[in-house]
């Protein structure tokens, strides 16, 4: 399949070519120059591009190069897509982009991640939310560095338009650029023109959603523009009554002596009659988010353009839906915490009450038992149970299912143009995250365990740049600076592990690079370009995890004497990125290009250490890729095809290895013991521990991750395709393969999975929209259908049975747009054919916990939206 992509690629490359030299008419916009005001200040071409006009397929500016480009003469693979043309393929938010972008995969992050955005690109990314990893995707927002993977989950609201640039871009966009990066860029407020709008959502769930801005000219200079939205609506997944659903089900035995939720074994109106009864006690995967934004431009002169903006984001959603997918009952049942926990419950004579299949339910995929409660009362002392020993701080909490957070940031850039072909930028951003969010990991109405984190951050950002232009060359040069807070509680109760554990991690990174990048155009038609940065990054990590040590006999809450992990280290790296490339424009409608570029992802730490010499950096993520890549517009600016073929040499790629190492006391020296340390056979660089020979001198054994460098190579193809073959008419589509190899994937054995986790390898979408002018209702009509394809997922190095397979979503929407009342009314539906998947599985039982839990994805849904243009 692979070879029959890249014959199609080169055919598509090679009419490229052909019909570009027969036709030199039409040809795509220059790049603005930095005439009078800045290059900054160049607007990006909106709808017009999606609909299609007698002009042919319209351009989009970008700024993918730090300066303002034509699309189709920047020479990097980028996807480029309007707030308007997404919400016209019914996506809404980031994690929606990567329906649309080729070999892309983004997702909300599962609920033990809390809100966030799992972000990969090319087969390379980050899943974990957690501050001791770095995310390997970079978000920009109007140039404003976004660092982290939580609150990355952003509602595109009254952006202009969203670049996604696909590959390393560690010149330009520096840290953790190693995939790829986001850049989010917003509509500046017009000077020109005064107007507003509004538009309400109604739809599936009890959907609410309402949207309003305003754009007021307060002179000939400065201008304000304001916009704010509001979402609600009820989650698809729900929750059970357990006792309810088992005497609906006509087993209520099965629910041995546990309650109804409301604590009592009477059921009480909510539960008058149970066989009759919904049992729904709440709803997971529901909306509640508001949020508001604004920006101020102030042009004092003709060379000087400021902007500021500010936005808060406040979401209370619930947390995502889960349920459990399936159950180990004997691992359950050989967990003499899990065992004796659940038979607390058990009826003298009646069945074992016992954590098995009963609380998987089958014939319903959007419900689950979960509660997010310990329905054990504190100071409940269990036999054979080491976790409910009694002590009056264990048991009975209880958490809200919901993963609220507030998002807030402020922003200035400043673009002074020194004379007509050279800009100075200035930009500089504040920025505070918070979150709390509990995860309910076993999913049953029982305690096995729960944990509640809380996540905030701060952080300063700036950015000194000069750009210009001059004929045969242009460049970009810079200076960039990042400080920031980040600090993670977390509270885990997990009988099933037999503690209560807390931890307090508290990370300062702080990071300053300087770059540089020239373009020059030796020979018409051909330009060369070389750029490099080099970095400087700090991340100190004060880190404690320390147990509960209470009992039945404690008054105060106490921490154990063993066990707890307490540590402060200094990360750090210095390293530098560069990039080479060279691109020829062949004829006014064709670009070739090719590049090499490397990219980098900062250095982690072991957050799992068991003793001192544990607690250690190990070294961040380094890849160096190859891209060969064509874009050009056909017949007449009709057909326009954009395409690359890559290859990315993953230089550097750590990953985590189970084994053992000899325990040592306080002063560095082992522990005497019954064991040897030997080379691991399967895994170089580990050790693992193995009974010492007889006669030998033996010594303890502790358990240890090691972090080896495990290098890996990526291949793919992808491609891009608009197609207004005549005028009101679009359809357009790209398509996407990634090939990930590396050697611990292949030694794997034959019946386990060969691919890394949580990417597919085959992305693409479809879509067709046509708009139909109706003169009798004094405006126009337009249908669209979209088709998106992700290809299979594996989530399980060995469990082949929980592989997510490729699926299908199609959407469809219907607007009618009155050209002279400026209103429009458009009615959608996601997911038309109600293809059920999940958005990701989480696989517990490769953590040695009983239960394969999922998240499942909303089933369809229909929407009404009225808009109001003033």
């Known amino acids: 399949m692979f070879r029959k992509l890249m014959v199609v690629s080169v055919s598509m490359a090679s009419l490229a070519v052909a019909q570009s030299a027969a036709a030199q008419s039409g040809a795509a916009p220059e790049a603005p120059q930095n005439h009078k005001r800045p290059a900054a200040n160049a607007q990006v071409a909106t709808a017009d591009a999606e609909i299609g006009s007698s002009g042919g397929i319209a351009d989009i500016i970008v700024t993918a190069t730090r300066q303002a480009t034509a699309l189709q003469r920047t020479p990097i693979a980028v996807t480029a897509v309007t707030t308007g043309q997404l919400e016209a393929r019914g996506l809404t938010n980031s994690a929606d982009l990567g329906a649309v972008v080729p070999n892309a995969a983004f997702r909300r992050t599962g609920g033990v991640y809390g809100p966030g955005l799992s972000a990969f690109i090319r087969g390379i990314g980050q899943y974990d939310t957690g501050f001791a990893s770095e995310p390997g995707v970079a978000f920009y927002i109007d140039d404003v560095y976004y660092p982290l993977v939580y609150g990355s989950l952003l509602d595109l609201l009254d952006l202009d338009h969203v670049e996604v640039l696909r590959g390393p871009q560690g010149t330009l966009f520096g840290r953790n650029a190693l995939a790829g990066a986001i850049n989010i860029v917003s509509r500046k407020p017009s000077l020109t023109d005064a107007s507003s709008y509004a538009e309400v959502t109604v739809g599936s769930y009890n959907r609410r959603d309402f949207r309003a801005g305003f754009n007021m000219p307060l002179s000939d200079m400065v201008a304000i523009a304001v916009s704010g939205l509001s979402q609600k609506r009820r989650g698809y997944e729900k929750q059970l009554d357990f006792r309810c659903q088992m005497i609906k089900n006509g087993t209520p035995e099965l629910a041995g002596s546990f309650p109804?939720?409301?604590?009592?074994?009477?059921?009480?109106?909510?539960?008058?009659?149970?066989?009759?009864?919904?049992?729904?006690?709440?709803?997971?995967?529901?909306?509640?988010?508001?949020?508001?934004?604004?920006?101020?431009?102030?042009?004092?002169?003709?060379?000087?353009?400021?902007?500021?903006?500010?936005?808060?984001?406040?979401?209370?959603?619930?947390?995502?839906?889960?349920?459990?997918?399936?159950?180990?009952?004997?691992?359950?049942?050989?967990n003499a915490n899990a065992r004796t926990l659940f038979d607390h419950y058990t009826v003298p004579g009646g069945p074992t009450f016992a954590y098995d299949s009963r609380f998987v339910i089958p014939n319903d995929r959007y419900a689950t038992y979960a509660t997010y409660t310990d329905p054990i009362a504190s100071g409940t002392a269990i036999p054979g149970n080491s976790f409910y020993n009694g002590s009056p701080f264990r048991g009975g909490q209880s958490y809200a299912a919901k993963?609220?957070?507030?998002?807030?940031?402020?922003?200035?850039?400043?673009?002074?143009?020194?004379?007509?072909?050279?800009?100075?930028?200035?930009?500089?951003?504040?920025?505070?995250?918070?979150?709390?969010?509990?995860?309910?990991?076993?999913?049953?109405?029982?305690?096995?365990?729960?944990?509640?984190?809380?996540?905030?951050?701060?952080?300063?950002?700036?950015?000194?740049?000069?750009?210009?232009?001059?004929?045969?060359?242009?460049?970009?040069?810079?200076?960039?600076?990042?400080?920031?807070?980040?600090?993670?509680?977390?509270?885990?109760?997990?009988?099933?592990?037999?503690?209560?554990?807390?931890?307090?991690?508290?990370?300062?990174?702080?990071?300053?690079?300087?770059?540089?990048?020239?373009?020059?155009?030796?020979l018409s038609g051909l330009s060369l370009t070389a750029g490099a940065r080099y970095s400087d990054d700090r991340k100190p990590v004060s880190f404690m995890a320390v147990l509960d040590g209470t009992n039945s006999n404690s008054t105060s809450l106490t921490i154990a004497s063993a066990g707890n992990t307490i540590f402060d280290l200094g990360i750090g790296d210095k390293h530098a990125d560069w990039k080479l490339g060279a691109n020829y424009q062949?004829?006014?409608?064709?670009?070739?290009?090719?590049?090499?570029?490397?990219?980098?992802?900062?250095?982690?730490?072991?957050?799992?250490?068991?003793?001192?010499?544990?607690?250690?950096?190990?070294?961040?993520?380094?890849?160096?890729?190859?891209?060969?890549?064509?874009?050009?517009?056909?017949?007449?600016?009709?057909?326009?095809?954009?395409?690359?073929?890559?290859?990315?040499?993953?230089?550097?790629?750590?990953?985590?290895?189970?084994?053992?190492?000899?325990?040592?006391?306080?002063?560095?020296?082992?522990?005497?013991?019954?064991?040897?340390?030997?080379?691991?056979?399967?895994?170089?660089?580990?050790?693992?521990?193995?009974?010492?020979?007889?006669?030998?001198?033996?010594?303890?054994?502790?358990?240890?991750?090691?972090?080896?460098?495990?290098?890996?190579?990526?291949?793919?193809?992808?491609?891009?395709?608009?197609?207004?073959?005549?005028?009101?008419?679009?359809?357009?589509?790209?398509?996407?393969?990634?090939?990930?190899?590396?050697?611990?994937?292949?030694?794997?054995?034959?019946?386990?999975?060969?691919?890394?986790?949580?990417?597919?390898?085959?992305?693409?979408?479809?879509?067709?929209?046509?708009?139909?002018?109706?003169?009798?209702?004094?405006?126009?009509?337009?249908?669209?259908?979209?088709?998106?394809?992700?290809?299979?997922?594996?989530?399980?190095?060995?469990?082949?049975?929980?592989?997510?397979?490729?699926?299908?979503?199609?959407?469809?929407?219907?607007?009618?747009?009155?050209?002279?009342?400026?209103?429009?009314?458009?009615?959608?539906?996601?997911?038309?054919?109600?293809?059920?998947?999940?958005?990701?599985?989480?696989?517990?039982?490769?953590?040695?916990?009983?239960?394969?839990?999922?998240?499942?994805?909303?089933?369809?849904?229909?929407?009404?939206?009225?808009?109001?243009?003033?």
């Open 260 to 334: 109804f939720s409301n604590g009592l074994l009477v059921p009480d109106t909510q539960f008058s009659n149970p066989a009759n009864s919904s049992c729904v006690i709440g709803h997971l995967g529901g909306q509640d988010v508001r949020a508001v934004r604004g920006q101020a431009l102030w042009e004092p002169a003709s060379n000087l353009q400021i902007t500021l903006t500010g936005d808060y984001t406040k979401d209370e959603s619930d947390q995502a839906a889960d349920r459990i997918l399936t159950i180990d009952a004997a691992r359950a049942a050989n």
């Open 403 to 522: 993963s609220p957070f507030s998002n807030w940031g402020i922003s200035g850039k400043a673009v002074y143009g020194i004379d007509d072909d050279i800009d100075l930028t200035l930009v500089g951003g504040y920025r505070e995250f918070k979150a709390v969010y509990p995860y309910d990991v076993d999913g049953t109405p029982l305690g096995l365990e729960n944990d509640a984190s809380a996540a905030s951050t701060s952080s300063y950002t700036g950015e000194l740049r000069i750009s210009g232009k001059k004929g045969w060359i242009d460049w970009v040069t810079g200076l960039f600076y990042y400080r920031g807070t980040e600090r993670l509680e977390v509270a885990v109760s997990t009988p099933w592990g037999g503690v209560q554990l807390f931890q307090h991690n508290r990370f300062k990174p702080e990071s300053k690079a300087a770059y540089a990048n020239v373009t020059v155009r030796p």
């Open 586 to 870: 062949i004829t006014d409608h064709t670009l070739v290009y090719a590049s090499a570029s490397t990219g980098s992802r900062l250095p982690g730490f072991n957050t799992r250490p068991l003793q001192a010499n544990q607690a250690v950096q190990y070294p961040g993520d380094k890849t160096q890729a190859y891209e060969l890549g064509i874009k050009t517009d056909l017949f007449d600016r009709r057909l326009r095809f954009n395409g690359a073929f890559f290859y990315t040499d993953y230089k550097q790629r750590t990953i985590s290895i189970n084994g053992q190492e000899y325990q040592l006391d306080a002063n560095g020296n082992r522990i005497p013991g019954g064991f040897v340390v030997v080379d691991s056979p399967s895994a170089p660089g580990v050790t693992v521990c193995q009974s010492a020979p007889s006669g030998t001198q033996g010594y303890a054994c502790v358990g240890r991750t090691f972090f080896v460098n495990a290098p890996g190579k990526v291949k793919g193809v992808e491609g891009e395709i608009e197609f207004n073959p005549i005028d009101e008419l679009m359809i357009n589509g790209s398509f996407g393969y990634s090939k990930f190899t590396a050697p611990d994937l292949e030694a794997r054995p034959a019946n386990a999975n060969h691919r890394l986790n949580n990417i597919p390898e085959w992305t693409a979408n479809a879509g067709i929209q046509y708009k139909i002018s109706v003169p009798g209702l004094q405006g126009d009509i337009t249908p669209r259908l979209d088709w998106f394809y992700q290809g299979s997922i594996v989530y399980s190095p060995t469990l082949t049975a929980y592989n997510q397979p490729g699926y299908s979503l199609f959407n469809g929407r219907i607007t009618y747009t009155n050209d002279e009342h400026q209103f429009n009314v458009a009615i959608g539906v996601t997911n038309i054919f109600n293809k059920f998947y999940y958005r990701n599985f989480f696989i517990y039982q490769d953590l040695g916990y009983p239960s394969i839990n999922g998240q499942p994805a909303p089933p369809r849904e229909w929407l009404l939206t009225i808009g109001k243009k003033f």
